[in-house]
Protein backbone atom coordinates (compact mmCIF):
# COMPACT_ATOMS: atom_id res chain seq x y z
CA UNK A 1 0.00 0.00 0.00
CA UNK A 2 1.20 3.32 -1.24
CA UNK A 3 -0.18 5.49 1.97
CA UNK A 4 -3.26 5.88 3.61
CA UNK A 5 -2.49 9.74 4.24
CA UNK A 6 -2.56 11.47 7.45
CA UNK A 7 -4.30 8.23 9.17
CA UNK A 8 -0.89 6.40 8.38
CA UNK A 9 0.61 7.89 11.19
CA UNK A 10 -1.99 6.77 13.59
CA UNK A 11 -0.36 3.37 14.83
CA UNK A 12 3.03 4.78 15.69
CA UNK A 13 1.53 8.01 17.38
CA UNK A 14 -0.82 5.95 19.02
CA UNK A 15 2.14 3.54 20.37
CA UNK A 16 3.81 6.58 21.84
CA UNK A 17 1.33 8.02 23.31
CA UNK A 18 0.05 4.95 24.79
CA UNK A 19 3.71 4.04 26.32
CA UNK A 20 3.74 7.44 28.13
CA UNK A 21 0.26 6.87 29.63
CA UNK A 22 0.56 3.43 30.66
CA UNK A 23 3.80 3.05 30.66
CA UNK A 24 3.26 -0.59 29.51
CA UNK A 25 4.86 -1.43 26.31
CA UNK A 26 2.61 -4.68 25.68
CA UNK A 27 -0.09 -2.93 25.23
CA UNK A 28 0.75 0.15 23.83
CA UNK A 29 2.51 -1.91 21.19
CA UNK A 30 -0.50 -4.59 20.73
CA UNK A 31 -2.90 -1.52 20.60
CA UNK A 32 -0.97 0.11 18.18
CA UNK A 33 -1.04 -2.79 15.49
CA UNK A 34 -4.98 -3.28 15.91
CA UNK A 35 -5.42 0.08 14.96
CA UNK A 36 -3.48 -0.23 12.38
CA UNK A 37 -5.22 -3.24 10.76
CA UNK A 38 -8.54 -1.89 11.55
CA UNK A 39 -7.53 1.10 9.39
CA UNK A 40 -6.70 -1.68 6.72
CA UNK A 41 -9.98 -3.71 6.93
CA UNK A 42 -12.05 -0.91 6.10
CA UNK A 43 -12.42 0.89 9.87
CA UNK A 44 -14.00 -2.61 11.46
CA UNK A 45 -12.22 -3.16 14.86
CA UNK A 46 -13.50 -6.48 15.55
CA UNK A 47 -12.37 -7.32 11.74
CA UNK A 48 -9.17 -5.85 12.43
CA UNK A 49 -9.02 -7.47 15.74
CA UNK A 50 -8.83 -10.70 13.78
CA UNK A 51 -6.64 -9.33 11.08
CA UNK A 52 -3.98 -7.85 13.69
CA UNK A 53 -3.91 -11.49 15.36
CA UNK A 54 -3.88 -13.18 11.73
CA UNK A 55 -2.26 -10.97 9.40
CA UNK A 56 0.72 -9.63 11.96
CA UNK A 57 1.12 -11.12 15.33
CA UNK A 58 1.27 -14.93 13.98
CA UNK A 59 3.41 -14.47 10.63
CA UNK A 60 5.45 -12.40 12.76
CA UNK A 61 5.99 -15.34 15.18
CA UNK A 62 5.87 -17.72 12.24
CA UNK A 63 8.71 -16.28 10.18
CA UNK A 64 11.39 -18.66 10.40
CA UNK A 65 13.57 -15.84 11.10
CA UNK A 66 11.65 -14.45 13.37
CA UNK A 67 11.41 -18.00 15.05
CA UNK A 68 15.33 -18.42 15.32
CA UNK A 69 15.57 -14.63 17.07
CA UNK A 70 12.95 -15.87 19.78
CA UNK A 71 14.81 -19.27 20.41
CA UNK A 72 18.33 -17.39 20.67
CA UNK A 73 17.20 -14.65 22.82
CA UNK A 74 15.77 -17.54 25.57
CA UNK A 75 18.84 -19.57 25.15
CA UNK A 76 20.21 -15.74 25.78
CA UNK A 77 18.54 -15.56 29.17
CA UNK A 78 19.58 -18.66 30.09
CA UNK A 79 22.73 -18.14 29.71
CA UNK A 80 22.98 -14.87 31.87
CA UNK A 81 21.22 -16.53 34.67
CA UNK A 82 23.31 -19.45 34.81
CA UNK A 83 26.82 -17.21 34.44
CA UNK A 84 24.56 -15.01 37.34
CA UNK A 85 23.74 -17.03 39.70
CA UNK A 86 26.52 -19.95 38.99
CA UNK A 87 28.69 -17.21 41.24
CA UNK A 88 31.43 -16.44 37.64
CA UNK A 89 30.25 -13.36 37.29
CA UNK A 90 30.03 -12.71 40.26
CA UNK A 91 33.76 -14.10 41.68
CA UNK A 92 34.80 -11.98 38.19
CA UNK A 93 33.49 -8.65 40.11
CA UNK A 94 34.67 -9.30 43.50
CA UNK A 95 38.19 -9.84 42.27
CA UNK A 96 38.32 -6.29 40.48
CA UNK A 97 37.10 -4.73 43.76
CA UNK A 98 39.56 -6.32 45.61
CA UNK A 99 42.25 -4.60 43.61
CA UNK A 100 40.19 -1.32 44.48
CA UNK A 101 42.90 1.72 45.86
CA UNK A 102 41.17 4.84 46.36
CA UNK A 103 37.86 7.01 45.56
CA UNK A 104 39.55 6.93 42.27
CA UNK A 105 40.31 3.43 41.87
CA UNK A 106 36.63 2.61 43.43
CA UNK A 107 35.06 4.44 40.94
CA UNK A 108 37.47 3.48 37.74
CA UNK A 109 37.14 -0.21 38.87
CA UNK A 110 33.27 -0.45 38.77
CA UNK A 111 33.53 0.86 35.86
CA UNK A 112 35.13 -1.38 34.63
CA UNK A 113 33.58 -4.47 36.21
CA UNK A 114 30.07 -2.93 34.74
CA UNK A 115 31.81 -2.88 31.35
CA UNK A 116 33.10 -6.26 31.09
CA UNK A 117 30.01 -8.14 32.45
CA UNK A 118 28.36 -7.26 28.81
CA UNK A 119 25.74 -9.59 27.90
CA UNK A 120 22.87 -8.18 30.17
CA UNK A 121 21.98 -4.90 31.62
CA UNK A 122 19.81 -6.66 34.45
CA UNK A 123 22.70 -8.73 35.17
CA UNK A 124 25.36 -6.05 35.54
CA UNK A 125 23.30 -3.88 38.24
CA UNK A 126 22.54 -6.84 39.88
CA UNK A 127 25.98 -7.87 40.30
CA UNK A 128 28.30 -4.61 40.17
CA UNK A 129 26.53 -2.64 42.96
CA UNK A 130 26.09 -5.32 45.47
CA UNK A 131 29.87 -6.90 44.91
CA UNK A 132 31.51 -3.18 44.58
CA UNK A 133 29.34 -1.22 47.28
CA UNK A 134 31.41 -2.31 49.92
CA UNK A 135 34.78 -0.96 48.74
CA UNK A 136 33.20 1.96 47.53
CA UNK A 137 31.24 2.96 50.89
CA UNK A 138 34.76 2.35 52.28
CA UNK A 139 36.41 4.85 49.57
CA UNK A 140 33.57 7.50 50.82
CA UNK A 141 32.18 7.22 47.18
CA UNK A 142 28.45 8.57 47.80
CA UNK A 143 25.69 5.80 46.77
CA UNK A 144 24.45 8.51 44.06
CA UNK A 145 27.94 8.18 41.95
CA UNK A 146 27.85 4.21 42.80
CA UNK A 147 24.70 3.81 41.11
CA UNK A 148 25.34 6.52 38.06
CA UNK A 149 28.39 4.23 37.25
CA UNK A 150 26.34 1.19 37.76
CA UNK A 151 23.72 2.72 35.30
CA UNK A 152 26.15 4.28 33.04
CA UNK A 153 27.23 0.88 32.00
CA UNK A 154 24.30 -1.63 31.97
CA UNK A 155 22.27 -0.67 28.92
CA UNK A 156 24.83 0.93 27.12
CA UNK A 157 27.17 -1.59 26.78
CA UNK A 158 24.55 -4.82 25.23
CA UNK A 159 23.32 -2.87 22.64
CA UNK A 160 26.88 -2.14 21.24
CA UNK A 161 27.46 -6.31 20.34
CA UNK A 162 25.35 -8.07 17.82
CA UNK A 163 25.65 -11.18 20.06
CA UNK A 164 23.27 -9.89 23.21
CA UNK A 165 19.92 -10.26 23.28
CA UNK A 166 20.12 -6.04 22.71
CA UNK A 167 22.37 -6.47 19.44
CA UNK A 168 20.04 -10.04 17.79
CA UNK A 169 16.69 -7.56 18.57
CA UNK A 170 18.04 -4.63 16.83
CA UNK A 171 19.29 -6.63 14.26
CA UNK A 172 16.54 -8.63 13.34
CA UNK A 173 14.64 -5.65 12.72
CA UNK A 174 17.10 -3.70 11.03
CA UNK A 175 17.73 -6.85 8.63
CA UNK A 176 14.14 -7.21 7.47
CA UNK A 177 13.73 -3.36 7.21
CA UNK A 178 16.81 -3.55 4.43
CA UNK A 179 14.78 -6.63 2.93
CA UNK A 180 11.58 -3.77 2.64
CA UNK A 181 13.72 -1.33 0.86
CA UNK A 182 15.54 -3.64 -1.75
CA UNK A 183 18.85 -3.77 0.53
CA UNK A 184 20.83 -6.87 0.11
CA UNK A 185 23.40 -7.08 3.00
CA UNK A 186 23.90 -9.10 5.60
CA UNK A 187 22.35 -8.12 8.92
CA UNK A 188 25.44 -8.29 10.97
CA UNK A 189 27.61 -6.11 8.92
CA UNK A 190 24.48 -3.42 8.56
CA UNK A 191 24.42 -3.50 12.31
CA UNK A 192 28.51 -3.67 12.74
CA UNK A 193 28.48 -0.46 10.16
CA UNK A 194 25.91 1.17 12.65
CA UNK A 195 28.44 0.77 16.01
CA UNK A 196 30.43 3.94 14.99
CA UNK A 197 27.13 6.23 14.88
CA UNK A 198 25.90 5.06 18.30
CA UNK A 199 27.25 8.36 19.63
CA UNK A 200 25.35 8.66 22.85
CA UNK A 201 25.86 5.04 23.39
CA UNK A 202 29.89 5.75 22.92
CA UNK A 203 29.98 8.45 24.49
CA UNK A 204 28.41 7.42 27.87
CA UNK A 205 30.32 4.66 29.00
CA UNK A 206 33.74 7.23 28.20
CA UNK A 207 32.15 9.50 29.80
CA UNK A 208 31.54 7.27 32.88
CA UNK A 209 35.42 6.70 33.19
CA UNK A 210 36.06 10.52 32.74
CA UNK A 211 34.28 11.48 35.48
CA UNK A 212 35.56 8.47 37.71
CA UNK A 213 39.26 9.38 36.51
CA UNK A 214 39.19 13.41 37.08
CA UNK A 215 36.42 13.53 39.62
CA UNK A 216 34.73 16.79 37.58
CA UNK A 217 31.27 16.21 39.31
CA UNK A 218 28.31 18.85 38.85
CA UNK A 219 25.40 19.71 39.64
CA UNK A 220 23.48 17.44 42.44
CA UNK A 221 26.22 14.94 41.88
CA UNK A 222 28.91 17.21 43.78
CA UNK A 223 26.66 17.90 46.24
CA UNK A 224 26.44 14.40 47.01
CA UNK A 225 30.10 13.02 46.71
CA UNK A 226 31.19 16.53 48.56
CA UNK A 227 28.52 15.51 51.49
CA UNK A 228 29.83 11.86 50.71
CA UNK A 229 33.59 13.12 51.71
CA UNK A 230 33.59 15.86 54.37
CA UNK A 231 30.36 14.78 56.03
CA UNK A 232 30.90 10.52 55.52
CA UNK A 233 27.21 10.25 54.63
CA UNK A 234 26.82 8.01 51.69
CA UNK A 235 23.46 8.66 51.70
CA UNK A 236 21.26 12.22 52.12
CA UNK A 237 19.67 12.19 55.46
CA UNK A 238 16.30 10.96 55.02
CA UNK A 239 17.41 8.83 51.75
CA UNK A 240 16.26 5.07 51.98
CA UNK A 241 18.10 2.78 50.83
CA UNK A 242 16.60 -0.46 51.59
CA UNK A 243 17.90 -3.11 49.45
CA UNK A 244 15.23 -5.09 47.55
CA UNK A 245 17.09 -6.57 44.67
CA UNK A 246 17.63 -10.45 44.11
CA UNK A 247 20.34 -11.05 45.59
CA UNK A 248 23.09 -13.75 44.42
CA UNK A 249 23.67 -16.12 46.87
CA UNK A 250 26.08 -19.50 46.79
CA UNK A 251 25.27 -22.48 48.04
CA UNK A 252 27.59 -23.39 51.20
CA UNK A 253 30.67 -25.87 49.65
CA UNK A 254 30.67 -24.15 45.73
CA UNK A 255 33.12 -23.28 44.21
CA UNK A 256 32.58 -21.01 41.46
CA UNK A 257 35.84 -19.52 39.75
CA UNK A 258 36.67 -16.86 36.88
CA UNK A 259 36.58 -19.71 34.45
CA UNK A 260 32.91 -19.93 34.99
CA UNK A 261 31.94 -16.67 33.72
CA UNK A 262 34.66 -16.48 31.25
CA UNK A 263 34.85 -20.03 29.80
CA UNK A 264 31.00 -19.61 28.32
CA UNK A 265 31.35 -16.31 26.86
CA UNK A 266 34.89 -17.50 25.73
CA UNK A 267 33.30 -20.58 24.15
CA UNK A 268 29.99 -17.87 22.84
CA UNK A 269 32.56 -15.79 20.86
CA UNK A 270 34.25 -18.81 19.30
CA UNK A 271 31.41 -20.59 18.14
CA UNK A 272 29.50 -17.34 16.64
CA UNK A 273 32.77 -16.39 14.46
CA UNK A 274 32.99 -20.53 13.34
CA UNK A 275 29.22 -20.96 12.86
CA UNK A 276 29.20 -17.67 10.99
CA UNK A 277 32.44 -18.82 8.69
CA UNK A 278 30.93 -22.72 8.03
CA UNK A 279 27.65 -21.20 6.92
CA UNK A 280 29.33 -18.29 5.15
CA UNK A 281 31.21 -20.92 2.74
CA UNK A 282 34.86 -20.59 4.32
CA UNK A 283 37.25 -22.20 3.40
CA UNK A 284 35.95 -22.24 -0.15
CA UNK A 285 35.08 -18.36 -0.07
CA UNK A 286 37.27 -15.56 1.95
CA UNK A 287 36.64 -14.91 5.16
CA UNK A 288 35.00 -11.20 4.18
CA UNK A 289 32.50 -13.12 1.45
CA UNK A 290 31.75 -15.98 4.13
CA UNK A 291 31.00 -12.92 6.90
CA UNK A 292 28.65 -11.39 4.27
CA UNK A 293 27.28 -14.11 3.12
CA UNK A 294 26.55 -16.45 6.71
CA UNK A 295 23.45 -17.65 8.41
CA UNK A 296 23.74 -15.19 11.31
CA UNK A 297 20.55 -16.16 13.32
CA UNK A 298 21.20 -19.45 12.66
CA UNK A 299 24.88 -19.71 14.35
CA UNK A 300 23.42 -17.21 17.18
CA UNK A 301 20.94 -19.56 18.30
CA UNK A 302 23.39 -22.46 18.34
CA UNK A 303 26.63 -20.85 20.18
CA UNK A 304 24.08 -19.19 22.76
CA UNK A 305 22.99 -23.30 23.45
CA UNK A 306 26.36 -24.35 23.47
CA UNK A 307 27.33 -21.44 26.02
CA UNK A 308 24.22 -22.03 27.60
CA UNK A 309 25.10 -25.64 27.87
CA UNK A 310 29.14 -25.54 28.90
CA UNK A 311 27.89 -22.78 31.88
CA UNK A 312 25.27 -24.92 32.97
CA UNK A 313 28.27 -27.37 33.12
CA UNK A 314 30.20 -25.33 35.44
CA UNK A 315 27.10 -24.91 37.88
CA UNK A 316 27.11 -28.43 38.38
CA UNK A 317 31.47 -28.71 38.72
CA UNK A 318 31.48 -26.04 40.92
CA UNK A 319 28.54 -27.47 43.08
CA UNK A 320 26.41 -24.69 42.42
CA UNK A 321 23.74 -27.10 41.00
CA UNK A 322 23.01 -30.56 40.97
CA UNK A 323 22.38 -31.85 37.68
CA UNK A 324 18.26 -31.49 38.18
CA UNK A 325 19.15 -27.84 39.67
CA UNK A 326 20.76 -26.57 36.58
CA UNK A 327 18.30 -27.84 34.41
CA UNK A 328 15.54 -25.75 36.64
CA UNK A 329 18.10 -22.57 36.10
CA UNK A 330 18.30 -22.88 32.34
CA UNK A 331 14.59 -23.26 32.15
CA UNK A 332 13.86 -20.01 34.91
CA UNK A 333 16.42 -18.13 32.65
CA UNK A 334 13.97 -18.81 29.25
CA UNK A 335 11.41 -18.26 31.84
CA UNK A 336 12.24 -14.49 32.13
CA UNK A 337 12.88 -13.84 28.65
CA UNK A 338 9.27 -14.33 27.43
CA UNK A 339 8.42 -10.58 27.83
CA UNK A 340 11.06 -9.77 25.73
CA UNK A 341 10.04 -12.42 23.23
CA UNK A 342 6.31 -10.61 23.18
CA UNK A 343 7.99 -7.19 22.83
CA UNK A 344 9.52 -9.00 19.99
CA UNK A 345 6.85 -10.32 17.90
CA UNK A 346 4.88 -7.42 19.01
CA UNK A 347 7.73 -4.99 17.39
CA UNK A 348 7.66 -6.98 14.06
CA UNK A 349 4.17 -6.65 14.07
CA UNK A 350 4.14 -2.81 14.16
CA UNK A 351 6.77 -2.48 12.07
CA UNK A 352 4.58 -4.97 9.23
CA UNK A 353 1.72 -3.00 9.99
CA UNK A 354 2.95 0.32 9.16
CA UNK A 355 4.64 -0.98 6.10
CA UNK A 356 0.99 -1.60 4.99
CA UNK A 357 -0.77 1.63 6.24
CA UNK A 358 2.51 3.24 4.21
CA UNK A 359 3.72 5.66 7.29
CA UNK A 360 7.16 5.67 6.32
CA UNK A 361 5.73 7.00 2.42
CA UNK A 362 3.38 9.53 3.77
CA UNK A 363 6.35 10.84 6.58
CA UNK A 364 8.07 11.04 3.11
CA UNK A 365 5.86 13.10 1.61
CA UNK A 366 5.19 15.88 4.06
CA UNK A 367 8.99 15.97 5.27
CA UNK A 368 10.51 15.93 2.06
CA UNK A 369 10.73 19.69 1.83
CA UNK A 370 12.71 20.06 5.09
CA UNK A 371 13.73 16.82 6.19
CA UNK A 372 16.73 16.85 4.65
CA UNK A 373 19.59 14.46 4.98
CA UNK A 374 21.51 17.35 6.89
CA UNK A 375 18.97 17.86 9.43
CA UNK A 376 17.20 14.38 9.69
CA UNK A 377 19.78 12.35 12.17
CA UNK A 378 20.18 15.31 14.58
CA UNK A 379 15.77 15.53 14.35
CA UNK A 380 15.27 11.65 14.57
CA UNK A 381 18.46 11.43 17.36
CA UNK A 382 16.37 14.47 19.74
CA UNK A 383 12.78 12.25 18.64
CA UNK A 384 14.00 9.26 19.49
CA UNK A 385 15.67 10.29 22.97
CA UNK A 386 12.67 11.94 24.57
CA UNK A 387 9.95 9.29 23.20
CA UNK A 388 12.51 6.94 25.28
CA UNK A 389 12.98 9.03 28.48
CA UNK A 390 9.01 9.87 28.52
CA UNK A 391 8.14 6.02 28.03
CA UNK A 392 11.29 4.70 29.99
CA UNK A 393 11.78 1.99 27.12
CA UNK A 394 14.76 1.86 24.63
CA UNK A 395 12.80 -1.34 22.96
CA UNK A 396 9.90 0.24 22.49
CA UNK A 397 11.59 2.80 20.88
CA UNK A 398 13.68 0.98 18.43
CA UNK A 399 10.30 -1.30 17.48
CA UNK A 400 8.45 2.32 16.59
CA UNK A 401 11.66 4.40 15.02
CA UNK A 402 13.44 1.88 13.38
CA UNK A 403 11.09 1.04 10.49
CA UNK A 404 11.21 4.70 9.88
CA UNK A 405 14.45 5.79 10.15
CA UNK A 406 15.60 3.55 7.72
CA UNK A 407 13.79 3.69 4.89
CA UNK A 408 13.34 7.66 5.02
CA UNK A 409 17.17 7.85 5.36
CA UNK A 410 16.90 5.47 2.13
CA UNK A 411 14.30 7.43 0.27
CA UNK A 412 15.45 10.89 0.52
CA UNK A 413 19.86 9.83 -0.36
CA UNK A 414 20.91 9.84 3.32
CA UNK A 415 23.33 7.07 4.66
CA UNK A 416 21.77 4.48 6.27
CA UNK A 417 24.09 3.32 9.15
CA UNK A 418 23.79 6.67 10.89
CA UNK A 419 19.80 6.44 10.54
CA UNK A 420 20.04 3.00 12.94
CA UNK A 421 23.03 4.47 15.31
CA UNK A 422 20.81 7.27 16.38
CA UNK A 423 17.87 5.73 16.90
CA UNK A 424 19.87 3.22 19.11
CA UNK A 425 21.69 6.13 20.46
CA UNK A 426 18.45 8.29 21.24
CA UNK A 427 16.62 4.39 22.69
CA UNK A 428 19.53 3.83 24.89
CA UNK A 429 19.33 7.59 26.54
CA UNK A 430 15.63 7.21 27.71
CA UNK A 431 16.81 3.97 29.11
CA UNK A 432 19.89 4.77 31.23
CA UNK A 433 18.33 7.84 32.49
CA UNK A 434 14.74 7.70 32.78
CA UNK A 435 12.76 7.37 35.98
CA UNK A 436 10.65 4.75 35.12
CA UNK A 437 13.26 2.75 33.09
CA UNK A 438 14.31 -0.84 34.57
CA UNK A 439 17.84 -0.11 34.69
CA UNK A 440 17.61 3.08 36.04
CA UNK A 441 15.52 1.08 38.71
CA UNK A 442 17.78 -1.85 38.81
CA UNK A 443 20.90 0.40 39.69
CA UNK A 444 19.22 2.90 42.49
CA UNK A 445 18.45 -0.73 43.94
CA UNK A 446 21.44 -3.14 43.32
CA UNK A 447 23.62 0.52 44.69
CA UNK A 448 21.37 0.93 47.74
CA UNK A 449 20.49 4.26 46.13
CA UNK A 450 17.46 6.48 47.11
CA UNK A 451 16.32 6.29 43.32
CA UNK A 452 14.76 9.98 42.84
CA UNK A 453 18.71 10.94 43.90
CA UNK A 454 19.63 8.61 41.36
CA UNK A 455 17.99 10.17 38.74
CA UNK A 456 18.54 13.26 39.51
CA UNK A 457 22.33 13.30 40.09
CA UNK A 458 22.69 11.03 37.26
CA UNK A 459 20.19 13.52 34.30
CA UNK A 460 22.75 16.16 34.13
CA UNK A 461 25.84 13.71 33.31
CA UNK A 462 23.24 12.11 30.54
CA UNK A 463 22.16 15.40 29.01
CA UNK A 464 25.77 16.49 28.63
CA UNK A 465 26.63 13.43 26.16
CA UNK A 466 22.97 13.58 24.66
CA UNK A 467 23.88 17.68 24.03
CA UNK A 468 27.44 16.50 22.38
CA UNK A 469 25.50 13.48 20.56
CA UNK A 470 23.41 16.11 19.01
CA UNK A 471 25.91 17.93 17.49
CA UNK A 472 28.33 14.83 16.00
CA UNK A 473 24.55 13.87 14.21
CA UNK A 474 24.26 17.11 13.15
CA UNK A 475 27.87 17.29 11.76
CA UNK A 476 27.38 13.77 10.14
CA UNK A 477 24.17 15.21 8.27
CA UNK A 478 25.84 17.92 6.97
CA UNK A 479 29.19 15.90 6.12
CA UNK A 480 28.79 12.64 5.21
CA UNK A 481 28.70 12.61 1.59
CA UNK A 482 31.66 15.12 1.24
CA UNK A 483 34.18 13.32 3.85
CA UNK A 484 32.28 9.86 3.31
CA UNK A 485 31.19 7.14 6.15
CA UNK A 486 33.88 6.65 7.96
CA UNK A 487 35.86 10.02 8.53
CA UNK A 488 32.41 11.18 9.43
CA UNK A 489 32.01 8.27 12.03
CA UNK A 490 35.29 8.94 13.53
CA UNK A 491 35.10 13.04 13.81
CA UNK A 492 31.37 12.40 15.16
CA UNK A 493 32.40 10.07 17.94
CA UNK A 494 35.50 12.68 18.69
CA UNK A 495 32.84 15.66 18.80
CA UNK A 496 31.04 13.28 21.16
CA UNK A 497 33.82 12.39 23.29
CA UNK A 498 35.11 15.88 23.24
CA UNK A 499 32.23 17.84 23.38
CA UNK A 500 31.36 16.05 26.74
CA UNK A 501 34.31 16.47 28.00
CA UNK A 502 33.96 20.43 27.47
CA UNK A 503 30.73 20.62 28.36
CA UNK A 504 31.24 18.99 31.46
CA UNK A 505 34.30 20.37 32.65
CA UNK A 506 32.93 23.90 32.44
CA UNK A 507 29.76 22.36 34.25
CA UNK A 508 31.92 21.55 37.22
CA UNK A 509 33.54 25.15 37.29
CA UNK A 510 30.17 26.68 37.10
CA UNK A 511 29.04 24.25 39.96
CA UNK A 512 31.70 24.94 41.74
CA UNK A 513 31.76 28.30 42.18
CA UNK A 514 28.09 28.35 42.93
CA UNK A 515 29.27 26.06 46.04
CA UNK A 516 32.16 28.44 47.10
CA UNK A 517 29.49 31.03 46.89
CA UNK A 518 27.21 29.81 48.64
CA UNK A 519 29.41 29.65 51.70
Known amino acids: MESIGILSLLPPLLAIVLALTTKQVLISLMAAVWVGATLINDYNPITGLYSAFGDYVFPALGNPDNAAVVVMVVFCGSLSYLMETGGGAKVFAETLAKKIRGRKGAQVLTAAGGTAIFFSDSTNPVLIGPVFKPQSDKMKVSREKLA??????????????????????????????????????????????????????????????????????????????????????????????????????????????LSSMLVPIAVLVIVIFAGLLWTGGFPKVGIGEAMAN????????????????????????????????????????????????????LAWSIGSVCTAVGTTNYVISITEGFLTPAMMYVVLFLVCALTAFCTGTSWGTF???????VPLAAAIGAPIAPAVGLVVSGGIFGDHCSPISDTTVLSSMGSSCNHIAHVSTQLPYAVTVAAAAAIAYLFVGLTAESLGLGVAAVIGIAITVFGSWIFGTVAHKMSHNRLSSEK
Open 148 to 257: YIVDATSATMPSMFFFTAWGAYILNILQQQLEIIGVEKNGIIAFNEAVPFMFYTIGAVIFVYFIAVTGFDYGPMMKAEKRAQEEGKLVADGDATEKLLRTVEIPEGATPK
Open 294 to 345: AASTKSLVVAFFVASIVAACYTIKDKVYTVKEAIGAFMTGIGQMMETCCILV
Open 399 to 405: AIYLPIS
